[in-house]
């Protein structure tokens, strides 16, 4: 398997307009190969991948309200205006701020940039410099996808929040879990953990349920100390660290005094049984950042409830203390929330 740090220098200004190329090339994948990918029912391999992006699965279309509704055209740099949000050369707040300011009236950016600084939560004194050296190749790919699928964000439309529409945007998403992980982190979201964690001098990062390690990964090169833990029951085709800790994560807290020295961090939350809330209930720290859907299409695992709703009925002991938005794939709401135990 080639390394972690050969997959980006393979990365590196590349992100071929043939996705299929781009993933062989960069995780040195053999030309030809039979691994099926799996999603919950989805099973393709990368070469079938391919052949579905090709016949226009990526279109994701916005709609105006008029009667019959008709598609609205998304111009590319309208695009470029949104997922330069997330790029480590930009300041997030003032980029958010041109998004919407620079929004012809009613438009599909008009509204989402009015959704997206509604949703903006963060402490004055986080302050985030800019960076070139930031490499993150999941960042490239999805702003990539984005200008295949010409999507400028999630609204706050209610058919955000079903379970289909978080599933039926585009056949490539499988392909990246396995890869680099369920939801991508942005430069902004590494630098509020590492704002998290300095702010009550942890001990660093617990990565609960860490998967292939992506995150953790990202964050090491963050400068942010981090330890992984996983019952590596799933299957991934690329792991990005060596020594994650096999074990079952409530177990794990139970042993390890709660974890009561360390910020926990939960990314995309498992969501078969209550391993989720056993996760919050054993943790003895005072902070927890989640990274996830910020609606209720049921991967919140809390049901039909979004994380601030469970939050506010079941954790009234813990205060929301910021919440940026992730990069976010056709049809999804990512977004990343920080939560403090109260004093």
């Known amino acids: 398997m080639v390394s972690p740090d050969a997959v980006l ?10 996705f299929e190329v781009t993933i062989r090339t960069a995780f040195d994948l053999p030309p030809v190969d039979d691994y099926v990918y799996a999603a919950e029912s989805f099973q ?22 008029d009667h019959p509704p008709q598609r609205i055209p998304i111009p590319d740099s309208d695009v470029t205006a949104y997922t ?3 790029s480590p050369t930009t300041d997030t707040a003032k980029s958010l701020k041109s998004f919407e300011a620079n929004a012809k009236k009613s438009s599909p950016r008009a509204l989402i940039s009015s959704y997206l600084n509604s949703r903006r939560l963060v402490p004055s004194d986080l302050k985030i410099p800019k960076s070139k050296q930031h490499l993150n190749p999941y960042y ?8 295949k699928c010409h999507f400028i964000g999630p609204t706050n439309d209610s058919s955000y929040a079903h379970p289909t529409n978080a599933k039926r945007t585009h056949p490539m998403l499988p392909i990246l879990y396995h890869h ?27 990565d609960m349920a860490s998967g292939n390690g992506f995150w953790t990964y990202m964050l090491r ?6 330890v992984a833990v996983d019952n590596m029951e799933a299957k991934w085709r690329y792991m990005w660290i060596d020594d994650t800790i096999k074990a079952n994560g409530v177990t794990y807290l139970k042993q390890n005094n709660g974890a009561q020295n360390q910020v926990l961090l939960m990314v995309y939350m498992v969501t078969r049984g209550d391993f989720t809330k056993q996760v919050l209930k054993a943790y003895k720290g005072s902070v927890i950042v989640i990274a996830g859907t910020q609606n209720a299409n049921r991967f919140t695992s809390f049901g039909d409830v979004t994380v601030e709703e469970y939050f506010a009925k079941d954790m009234p002991s813990w205060e929301l203390a910021v919440r940026v938005a992730l990069p976010s794939f056709a049809g999804k709401d990512e977004g990343l929330f920080v939560y403090e135990r109260k004093k």
């Open 180 to 206: 680099f992980g369920c939801v991508c982190p942005s430069y902004e979201a590494l630098s509020v953990i590492s704002y998290a964690c300095n702010r009550v001098k942890s001990d660093g990062v617990l």
């Open 140 to 147: 490239d790919i999805w702003t990539w996808s984005c200008l």
């Open 44 to 65: 393709m391999t990368l070469a079938q991948v391919q052949e579905s992006m090709a016949t226009g699965m990526l279109t994701w279309n916005y709609w105006s309200p």
């Open 84 to 86: 330069s949000i997330f």
């Open 9 to 18: 220098e393979n990365w590196k200004g590349m992100v071929d307009d043939d």
């Open 221 to 226: 090169r963050h400068g942010v100390k981090c």
